[in-house]
């Protein structure tokens, strides 16, 4: 499939400048605007906008309360028709505050129809639903072609394309505010393409924007193996690795799943984002919603597409004198829920629910959180989150569960040993990236280093545990936990943060 090249783009672009500047003024030859029809509109949704409006109004009514992520920098959402997987989508799209206003959103979608190489950008124009015409963001989409060999714009590769159109309708209903859009279709078979893509989509992928990735799941298995395949490529999404992703979808087509076409139409869409977000160790991905076509009373059980909604969160600011604090009655709450949780999985096999009501705003907070278990004074397993996207004592749930029975370093722990451990909980603020060490104050902040695909950290405590001063506290995280060598550090990235810092014994001592 032929895609116009940057030097035919520049050429187009320099023949429109001639045409818009050298008019006759006495003719009516105003620009006609160039718009990409809606071509979904009355089969994937409704073309009414009376009708759309309705049905947009039930999705939303019934999404998921969105208070549990902030910050959202992206989502990864179905692109069916909406009686299939608009509840889906739209359990993703709630999540996104409606009162923020985006510079540009990056709709990111896989070709259904045409073969490319790399990826097209629609330039110019609107794109048009039944709600109004939402304007392109020309200049940066001019930009991404005429700077980055990787793009190039394929009229057909567009003009028929459902998956970035039919997302239009929900962020047009959502957001309070007006938004242009860069339509870009992937339209390459190739792992090292996405990796360039992503290269040049990453100065965009900042605070100001939000980037939309497209994709359904599954194709035409049964509702169980949907479901199984769905699972795996989900949970590969989850660990942010491209590699992880990639894994997932070689081991679905290895299962010969009855039926199964593909694990995920839109691969391409989704490990470009992966490209870009597995460099950036404050960014999390959180799984919102799945459902499949079987799930609707419009879909059969034998011959199944899935659907599996995410968000990818970043941290919010933290602010100088921000001074977050937990009670002991916070910390005694936390405790309990961890212990409790442990025991009610070893018995029971399954986490309990929590009530929060009466829980204070300080444990409803999103923050990150390791929990420690101490056996006999001795370490029997830590697991931690950085990431604050869910309220803490959620945070504190998962990672005992975690700790207790997904510590690779030790066996999972039995009833018999939890009268004999004690659990450690550090409450964690955000990442904040440093240029250099006299930014870190030993004692104060854990450290976290990453360079290439390796990471690892120290909490805190650990300085004071021993000893260490701070060219050793970095050098013994480099080598011992990132895997990077002693003066690994000096070249990688460095991040600090902080921790609240409380155990069983502390509290049962007041």
């Given at each position: 499939m032929f895609i116009m090249k940057r030097s035919d783009f520049l050429r187009n672009i320099f023949f429109l400048f001639l045409i818009f500047s050298f008019n006759c003024s006495g003719q009516d030859n105003e620009e006609k605007e160039?718009?990409?029809?809606?071509?979904?509109?009355?089969?994937?949704?409704?073309?009414?906008p009376?009708?759309?409006?309705?049905?947009?109004?039930?999705?939303?009514?019934?999404?998921?309360?969105?208070?549990?992520?902030?910050?959202?920098?992206?989502?990864?959402?179905?692109?069916?028709?909406?009686?299939?997987?608009?509840?889906?989508a739209t359990s993703a799209y709630a999540?996104?505050?409606p009162d923020k206003k985006f510079e540009c959103i990056f709709l990111i979608g896989t070709s259904h129809h045409v073969?490319?190489?790399?990826?097209?950008?629609?330039?110019?124009?609107?794109?048009?639903?039944?709600?109004?015409?939402?304007?392109?963001?020309?200049?940066?989409?001019?930009?991404?072609?005429?700077?980055?060999?990787?793009?190039?714009?394929?009229?057909?590769?567009?003009?028929r394309e459902h998956s970035l159109e039919v997302q239009l309708p929900y962020l047009q209903y959502h957001l309070k505010y007006p938004f242009k859009i860069v339509p870009i279709i992937i339209g390459t078979q190739s792992e090292s393409d996405c990796s360039k893509i992503a290269k040049a989509l990453k100065p965009y992928f900042t605070d100001q924007n939000l980037?939309?990735?497209?994709?359904?799941?599954?194709?035409?298995?049964?509702?169980?193996?949907?479901?199984?395949?769905?699972?795996l490529t989900g949970d590969a999404i989850l660990t942010n690795s491209p590699d992880k992703f990639m894994d997932a979808l070689e081991k679905n087509e290895s299962e010969k799943i009855p039926g199964l076409i593909t694990s995920c139409c839109g691969w391409s869409s989704i490990l470009s984002l992966l490209y870009i977000t597995s460099e950036m160790p404050d960014i999390q991905i959180e799984h919102v919603k799945y459902s499949n076509s079987g799930d609707s009373p419009y879909g059969d059980k034998q011959r199944v597409v899935g659907y599996n909604a995410f968000v990818v969160t970043r941290p919010g600011e933290i602010k100088e004198d921000s001074k977050y604090s937990l009670s002991t009655e916070d910390k005694k709450i936390l405790l309990e829920l961890a212990r409790n949780?442990?025991?009610?999985?070893?018995?029971?096999?399954?986490?309990?629910?929590?009530?929060?009501?009466?829980?204070?705003?300080?444990?409803?907070?999103?923050?990150?959180?390791?929990?420690?278990?101490?056996?006999?004074?001795?370490l029997r397993g830590c697991i931690g989150?950085?990431?604050?996207?869910?309220?803490?004592y959620k945070v504190v749930q998962e990672m005992a569960i975690a700790a207790?029975?997904?510590?690779?370093?030790?066996?999972?722990?039995?009833?018999?040993?939890?009268?004999?451990?004690?659990?450690?909980?550090?409450?964690?603020?955000?990442?904040?990236?440093?240029?250099?060490?006299?930014?870190?104050?030993l004692g104060k902040h854990g450290i976290y280093i990453i360079k290439g695909n390796r990471s690892g950290t120290y909490l805190p405590q650990v300085a004071r545990e021993t000893g260490w001063n701070k060219d050793e506290f970095l050098g013994h995280c480099a080598r011992d936990k990132a895997g990077i060598g002693y003066d690994g550090w000096k070249d990688a990235d460095l991040y600090t943060y902080e921790a609240l810092v409380f155990d069983e014994s502390e509290i049962s001592s007041h």
């Open positions: 160039i718009i990409r029809e809606a071509v979904a509109a009355g089969s994937y949704y409704p073309a009414d009376n009708e759309l409006t309705v049905q947009l109004k039930s999705f939303f009514n019934r999404a998921q309360n969105p208070d549990n992520y902030k910050n959202i920098a992206a989502v990864i959402v179905p692109h069916a028709g909406y009686v299939f997987s608009g509840e889906t999540q996104i505050d073969l490319l190489n790399g990826a097209s950008v629609f330039y110019q124009g609107s794109y048009s639903t039944p709600l109004g015409n939402v304007e392109v963001d020309s200049p940066i989409a001019g930009k991404l072609i005429t700077e980055n060999s990787i793009f190039g714009y394929a009229e057909k590769a567009h003009n980037f939309v990735i497209s994709s359904d799941f599954s194709h035409y298995p049964t509702y169980e193996g949907a479901i199984k395949a769905d699972k949780t442990i025991d009610s999985y070893l018995k029971k096999s399954k986490i309990p629910e929590v009530n929060s009501k009466g829980f204070s705003e300080n444990i409803k907070m999103p923050c990150g959180a390791f929990v420690t278990l101490n056996k006999n004074g001795r989150r950085f990431m604050a996207t869910e309220p803490v207790a029975f997904n510590d690779t370093r030790f066996s999972p722990v039995s009833l018999n040993e939890m009268k004999d451990i004690e659990i450690e909980i550090s409450v964690l603020t955000p990442l904040q990236k440093i240029t250099g060490i006299d930014e870190f104050k």
